[in-house]
C-alpha cells in the first residue's frame, strides 16, 4: 500500500493574507458586494502567494475506465458507451469539448481503464492500468498495486499535461461509475447506500433500489467501516476515480486551483481530502450535481458550490461552467479601480 505520509500538502502561506482582503475592501463598490467572487480572487490570489492573481492558462483532464460491478446491472446503458464516448471526445462532438472550446480551456482525455481498444490520437493518452475494474460485488476491484499505479499515473498526467496551468479541472466517463462514487462515498463518509445512490444516467427507482442493494452488500462484505481511505479505494474504487485522486493531489502540490466537478470527482476529491484534508485550501466546488447524493455530501462538508444547474452529464462539465466565474474573479481582483483610484468617496 503507497504510505500515507507521501501525500503531505503544506499549509498556504497566511502571510499576504490582510493584503489581499484589503486589496478587495478597497475597490469601488461596498465591502462583500461581490459576494462569493472575493472569496475565490482571495482563495487564488493565496494560492498564487500574489497581489496580481491569473487564470488565464486553465487545463481540463478527462480519465475514462470501465467498471466491474456494471455486471450487476447498475446502469441502464451498455459498457460499451464509455469506450463510444471517448470517441465523441477525440472527434470534438462532446459536451466537454463544446465547454472548453468556448472558455479557451486545454482538454486532454486519459484512458484509465477502458475494456474496448482505443485509437492512437494526439488529445489521447492511454495508460490502462487494467481493462476495467473488477466486480468490486464479488471481489476488490483493484489490487493496491493497481490502487498505487492508478495515484502515480494521475499525478504525472498533471506533471505532463497541465504544469502550465494555473486552473486544474477534471472530469470522468465511465458507465457505473455512479455506482462507485456512491460506494466510495457511502464508506468513507459512513452513510447508508440509500441515501446516496441516484439515478446516474437515469436508473429507474427499481434500478436504484438495487443500486444500493449491491453497494450496502458490498460494503458489508469488504468490511470497509475498518478501512482506510486508500484501502476503501481499492475494495470499491474505479480506476479514473483513482487516477484522479492521484491528479488532484499533485495539482494541489502545485498550487493550481482545483475545480471539483459533481459527484464522480467529488469521490475522487473525497480520497484525497481524507488523505491530506489541506487539499479544501486548493479547491472550488464549481458545480452541485443533479444526482441526490451530492447535495447530501457538500451540505454535509458545509460547501456551498458556484453553481447548481441540475447538471447531471460527468465529464467535468460542470467545472468548465464555472471557468467563466473562477476568471471574473481574478479579473475585478486585478482590473477594478481602487476608491483612491477614482476618486469616490467611502462609507463613513
Ligand atoms: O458527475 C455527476 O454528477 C454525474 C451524475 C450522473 C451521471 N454521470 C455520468 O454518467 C456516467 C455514469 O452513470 P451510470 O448510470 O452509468 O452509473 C458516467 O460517465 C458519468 O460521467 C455523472
Ligand atoms: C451518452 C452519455 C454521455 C456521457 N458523458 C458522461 N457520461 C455519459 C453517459 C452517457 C450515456
Known sequence: MVEKGRFKLPLLSNELDAEIQHKIDMKTK????LGRLET??????RIQQTLSPCTDSAMHLVFAADHGVCEEGVSPFPQEVTAQMVLNFLQGGAAINVFCRHNKVGLKVINAGVK???PEHPDLVSCPVAPGTRNFAQESAMSADEVAQCLQKGAEMVDFWAADAQVLSLG???IGNTTTAAALLAALLDIPAQDIVGA???ASPEMQVHKAQVIQAALERHQTHQQAPLDVLQSVGGLEIAMMTGAFLRGAALKKLLVVDGFIATSAWMVAYQLCPTILDYTVFAHQSHEQGHQRILSQL???PLLALDMRLGEGTGAIAAIPLIRLATAFFNEMASFDDAGVSQSA
Open 116 to 118: 474496448t481498444p482505443l
Open 172 to 174: 470522468e466517463m465511465g
Open 30 to 33: 461596498p465591502q462583500g458586494s
Open 200 to 202: 446516474g444516467t437515469g
Open 302 to 304: 458545509e460547501i456551498t
Open 40 to 45: 475565490l480572487a482571495a482563495q487564488v490570489a
